[in-house]
């Protein structure tokens, strides 16, 4: 008989990246006395690894849990960016509610849309919570009026859209039910999911059944599985199956090992949990997502949503440069292999397969957000490698007619601007879908263009709207290839020898175009220094000093002018490469060079074209 756990509530906050929801979770830590009065208590507790703290996105979802007035509220945090957006449905199969996070100046972005979509699929009653009511150019009574829109357009049910609006600044800690409350703190939030959010309910009495929603890892355990209690108890010791919805074959016998709820930022061991428990399980070495942990007399598998399929690919390769290996730790293919198949124990959109050669792996994401991450990260750890063009993943339908991945793309520009999007766009295959008025006076630009369009398009955009531009994309599935794309591509300007750059040379080669390199660099011959104003590739000697005469002296150098040089972030060097080109990866550096590095062999294989 199915019963209801008053104790707990089980929510996920879903927002637009930078609605402010890991601050949000922040407070609700803070306010229900999870840290001691005297704590000190880091900013956005909850982004733990270094670059989402740097870039403020949210990549992993997490769990915490608070407690109001004798019930356990657990909360899950969840990414915004559409790269990540495997990770927010599998999440919201845990939860009976979701909070909606908006920012009163922004309003409704394409991401809210997003998951929101998602939510109502799954039938959970939203809490909407207009955040940052603080900012002095806050719009909160218009912003409900495009939220209540937003749930019309997704064809949200009467309930759905009868649903409570709080008001708040997680930043300040207050939240209200009326703007002409006076705030306090967070407690009118608190009581909204309270009475709003339906308690988990299941049959304690019943088999146990537990879906596996997401995956943590940790050195000394292993995987660790994380999951919402459907039905029955689950204890330490017991002998259970796994089994998965999408692999009926599958069933394996095994034990729970070590059983943990969540409490705050802490994992607490437990010996047994209830219906509607969130908890995390170790000790089944290759559980994976989509997993259903029952009782081995009945197994039935609980349905989830198939795990979306990347959409790009890039080959992470062996470092062959004449710098290889004097910067990095770890630079072998095992190395390598083994960092890129330990990232598959967590990220579960991603692929990784191995090439013919063994220096070689094919790595495949859900976009370049995704796949710059991973190579960010593994920076950090000290590996050195080089990366290959992105490509799209192409795919064919029954008649054999090739399809490729489509993406919306959702564009803010001031208006003086939109002409030169939507030529730029139109020759990548973009197709303009709407145009209207975004706020703060820029038009919004909505276009259907394939993923292919869009590689290399973010460093174009931001020079064409002069850093003004705000450009959003969502993975659209798959449609009927569009044709070849005319890409006016910039030529190259590469090193001709090795040496050290020197202003001299760098002096005679920047009228050439822009330079990435300056004085004091170390090059190497088939590295690319900078970008030619014109379409071909030119090989410059950046190392050749002045002949010294009697009527030459060298202090005359000093006075050359040299342009700064263009510094490239690893997006703008990966949307830089071309096809014949890598970009070699090291803790401290980023260079671009040709594959072939040496010019006679590198203008024979462009003759066998």
Not at 280 to 296: M, R
């Amino acid at each position: 008989m199915n019963m209801k756990r008053e104790d707990i509530r089980n929510i996920a906050i879903i927002a637009h990246v930078d609605h402010g929801k890991t601050t949000l979770v922040d407070e609700l830590l803070k306010q229900s006395g999870v840290f001691r009065e005297n704590q000190e208590v880091a900013e956005r507790v909850m982004d733990s690894n270094d670059i989402e703290r740097e870039r403020g996105i949210t990549i992993l979802s997490k769990n915490t849990a608070v407690y109001y007035k004798n019930t356990k509220i657990n909360i899950i945090d969840t990414p915004g960016h559409a790269d990540f957006g495997g990770e927010v449905e599998r999440v919201l199969k845990m939860v009976n509610g979701v909070i909606l996070l908006v920012d009163a100046f922004e309003g409704v972005m394409p991401q809210t849309k997003f998951v929101l979509r998602k939510a109502l699929e799954l039938e959970l009653p939203v809490i909407v919570c207009i955040n940052k009511i603080d900012r002095p150019e806050a719009r909160p009574d218009e912003v409900i009026d495009e939220v209540l829109e937003l749930f019309m357009d997704l064809d949200a049910s009467d309930e759905q859209l009868d649903c409570p609006f709080v008001y708040a600044s997680a930043k300040s800690g207050i939240a209200v039910l009326d703007l002409s409350d006076d705030p306090e703190n967070m407690e009118p939030l608190f009581e909204t999911i309270l009475d709003y959010i339906p308690a988990p309910e299941g049959d304690p009495d019943a088999g146990t059944q537990l879906l596996i929603s997401t995956i943590d890892y940790n050195e000394y355990v292993g995987r660790i599985g994380v999951g919402k209690v459907d039905n029955g108890v689950i204890a330490v010791n017991q002998d259970l199956v796994v089994v998965n919805h999408h692999d009926p074959d599958k069933q394996k016998k095994v034990k729970i090992g070590k059983l943990y709820e969540f409490d705050g930022l802490k994992k607490v061991e437990v010996k047994e949990a209830g219906v509607g428990s969130i908890v995390a399980i170790s000790g089944i070495p290759d559980i994976a997502i989509g997993d259903t942990i029952c009782c081995a007399d009945a197994p039935s598998a609980i349905p989830f949503q198939k795990i979306s399929e990347p959409t790009i690919a890039m080959q992470f390769i062996v470092n062959d440069s004449p710098f290889a290996g004097q910067e990095g730790k770890f630079v072998t293919s095992r190395h390598i292999r083994e960092r890129l198949f330990r990232e598959l124990n967590t990220d579960v959109s991603l692929r990784v397969e191995e090439s013919e050669s063994t220096d070689s792996f094919k790595v495949s994401g859900r976009g370049e957000l995704h796949l710059s991450v991973l190579i960010e990260n593994m920076r950090r750890e000290g590996y050195e490698f080089a990366v290959s063009k992105a490509e799209v993943l192409y795919k064919k339908d029954e008649n054999g007619k090739l399809l490729e991945p489509m993406e919306l793309a959702y564009i803010d520009v001031p208006e003086e601007f939109t002409g030169t999007v939507i030529e730029k766009l139109s020759q990548r295959k973009g197709e303009l879908r709407n145009m209207g008025t975004a706020n703060g006076g820029y038009t919004r630009l909505e276009f259907s263009i394939p993923s292919r369009g869009l590689i290399g398009y973010r460093g174009d955009f931001m020079t064409d709207t002069k850093g003004n531009g705000i450009l959003n994309t969502i993975f659209d599935g798959y449609a009927p290839y569009k044709g070849d794309i005319q890409y006016r591509k910039q030529g190259s300007l590469i090193a001709f020898e090795t040496g050290t750059a020197v202003a001299y040379g760098l002096f005679s080669a920047q009228d050439r175009g822009t330079l990435f390199i300056g004085p004091g660099e170390k090059v190497y011959a088939g590295m690319v220094i900078g970008q030619n104003g014109k379409s071909e590739d030119i090989e410059l000697n950046v190392c050749k000093t002045k002949h010294l005469t009697n009527t030459r002296s060298s202090s005359a150098d000093e006075a050359l002018k040299l342009v700064p040089p263009r510094i490239l972030s690893l997006e703008q060097a990966i949307d830089f490469i071309e096809t014949d080109e890598l970009l070699e990866v090291t803790p401290k550096s980023l260079r671009i060079r040709k594959k072939i590095l040496d010019p006679r062999l590198r203008k024979r294989a462009q003759f066998n074209k």
